[in-house]
């Protein structure tokens, strides 16, 4: 069984960054897919950033460039660096992982992020 671990949520004001961390562990593992998600107060859950083991990244549109998944990630750990954070951007931040052969989606517990304006 595979468990997704996020850290470094917390309360930030506008403009600062904040860098998240996921770690994957459990048997043995492959992923297409890792990446995050979040969700705000009575919205939809958001994908926000996908990586392959390749590298190519994907990011949503309201990143605007802001977000980015850092190039020190390991087959089984990833993080999420976060600049320029708005108030608009608090959220439960997850991690999200699909597994390679299974196509099965895990998913961490959450972490909080608050951005104060």
């Known amino acids: 069984q595979v468990q997704l671990v996020e850290s470094g949520g917390g309360l930030v004001q506008a403009g600062e960054s904040l860098r998240l961390s996921c770690a994957a562990s459990?048997?043995?593992?492959?992923?297409?897919?890792m990446g995050w998600a979040r969700q705000a107060p009575g919205q939809q859950p958001q994908l926000v950033a996908t990586?392959?083991?390749?590298?190519?990244?994907n990011y949503a549109d309201s990143q605007e460039g802001r977000f980015t998944i850092p190039s020190d990630r390991t087959v089984n750990t990833w993080a999420l660096q976060m600049n320029s954070l708005k108030p608009e951007d608090t959220a439960v931040y997850y991690c999200?992982?699909?597994?390679?052969?299974?196509?099965?989606?895990?998913w961490g517990q959450g972490t909080q992020v608050t951005v104060s304006s």
């Open positions: 999200y992982a699909r597994g390679a052969y299974t196509q099965k989606d895990y």
């Open positions: 990586i392959t083991p390749g590298g190519i990244t």
């Open positions: 459990g048997n043995s593992f492959s992923f297409s897919i």
